[in-house]
Nanobody
Framework: QVQLVESGGGLVQPGGSLRLSCKAS????????MGWFRQAPGKEREFVAA??????STYYADSANGRFTISGAKDMVYLQMNSLKPEDTAVYYC???????????????WGQGTQVTVSS
């Protein structure tokens, strides 16, 4: 169906920046919306940002608004993260959906995740 592979995670100091990338393969024509979720240790998975390919519209969770920027290209989605905080530490998952359900906490396709650690 659709496979998603994330990259770009790593260790960064507080206040630093990091850019995550996600490559989609397979039946990518099914994808309408791509975005990102994250899950910190001991916490529930939460929505971060979404990108809709139809018109390039974006949507952000309150925790990411003003610091994170989502963008997309052909079969790709990116998450530029600036002013990172320790509480941003989590496994970040790329997600894709044939509809626009990411904001509701659902996606049909999921990547394996990439670790982001914000620490000094």
């Amino acid at each position: 169906q659709v496979q998603l592979v994330e990259s770009g995670g790593g260790l960064v100091q507080p206040g630093g920046s990091l850019r995550l990338s996600c490559k989609a393969s397979g039946r990518t024509f099914e994808i309408h919306t791509m975005g990102w979720f994250r899950q910190a240790p001991g916490k529930e998975r939460e929505f971060v940002a979404a990108f809709t390919s139809t018109d390039g519209s974006t949507y952000y969770a309150d925790s990411a608004n003003g610091r994170f920027t989502i963008s997309g290209a052909k079969d790709m989605v990116y998450l530029q993260m600036n002013s990172l905080k320790p509480e941003d530490t989590a496994v970040y998952y790329c997600a894709a959906d044939p509809y626009s359900r990411l904001q509701r906490g659902y996606a049909r396709y999921w990547g394996q995740g990439t670790q982001v650690t914000v620490s000094s």
